[in-house]
C-alpha cells in the first residue's frame, strides 16, 4: 500500500517539477501529508480483515508486491494530473503568486484518495459495500479525510502554505474521487484475475 502510494505521488511530483514555475507542494505540505497518511493506517493491524485473507498462510512473493505497485502506483498519479489540469486551467493557477492555491488542491485530493484508497487495496471484494474495514480504521479515515477539508480553512492554513479553496473545487475532487476508486477497484479485480497478485 506505500510502497504504491509513494511510487504515484513520485512520479507526479517529478512530472509536475518539469513543467510548473513553482513547487507543485511545499515540503511542509508534503510532511504534513504523510503524517495524516500514516495516522490513517494506524488501525490497520486491527482491521477485520476477509476470512479468506486469513484462511490460509499467504506467502510473500516479490514479484507480485512488484506487479501490484506497477499496476495499482500509476493510477494515483493519472489522477494528480487530472487535479493538476483542474487547478491550472480551471482555476488558473500558472502564476506564481496563485502557487499556494495550486498546492492546497493537490494537498486535499493527495491526502482523500490516499486514505480512501486504504479501503480498496485492504480487501479482494467490493470496498465499503461488499466488505467494510473495522470501525477504528473507519473513524480514522473520517477523520482523515474530514481534517484534510477543513485544514486550508482553519488558522494553521496560512502556516502550512495553504489558502481557501473555491467552492467550485469540491464537485471536481468528488468526480475524482470516484473515479480514482473505481479504476483502482477494476485494475485490482483485473490483477487478480489474471493471478498476477
Known amino acids: 500500500m506505500g510502497a504504491s502510494s509513494n511510487f504515484g505521488n513520485m512520479f507526479s511530483v517529478l512530472?509536475?517539477?518539469?513543467?510548473?514555475?513553482?513547487?507543485?507542494?511545499?515540503?511542509?505540505?508534503?510532511?504534513i501529508n504523510n503524517m495524516l497518511y500514516d495516522f490513517a493506517q494506524v488501525p490497520i493491524p486491527n482491521d477485520a480483515v476477509d476470512d479468506e485473507q486469513v484462511a490460509m498462510p499467504r506467502p510473500w512473493k516479490i514479484s507480485e508486491i512488484r506487479r501490484f505497485i506497477l499496476g495499482v502506483g500509476p493510477i494515483s498519479s493519472i489522477f494528480d494530473y487530472v487535479t493538476f489540469f483542474l487547478m491550472l486551467w480551471v482555476f488558473k493557477c500558472w502564476d506564481p503568486s496563485l502557487s499556494s492555491l495550486f498546492q492546497t488542491g493537490w494537498f486535499v485530493e493527495s491526502l482523500m484518495t490516499q486514505t480512501l484508497i486504504i479501503h480498496v487495496i485492504r480487501t479482494n471484494k467490493i470496498p465499503f459495500l461488499q466488505s467494510r474495514a473495522s470501525w477504528p480504521l473507519m473513524l480514522t479515515t473520517f477523520i482523515i479525510v474530514a481534517f484534510g477539508a477543513w485544514l486550508p480553512y482553519s488558522p494553521m492554513a496560512y502556516s502550512l502554505g495553504l489558502t481557501r479553496l473555491p467552492g467550485t473545487y469540491w464537485p471536481f475532487l468528488l468526480l475524482i474521487l470516484f473515479a480514482y476508486t473505481s479504476l483502482t477497484q477494476a485494475v485490482k479485480v483485473w490483477l487478480l484475475r489474471m493471478k498476477w497478485i
Not at 512530472?15 to 510532511?31: D, H, K, R, T, V
Open 15 to 31: 512530472g509536475a517539477s518539469a513543467f510548473l514555475p513553482f513547487l507543485p507542494m511545499a515540503p511542509i505540505q508534503i510532511l
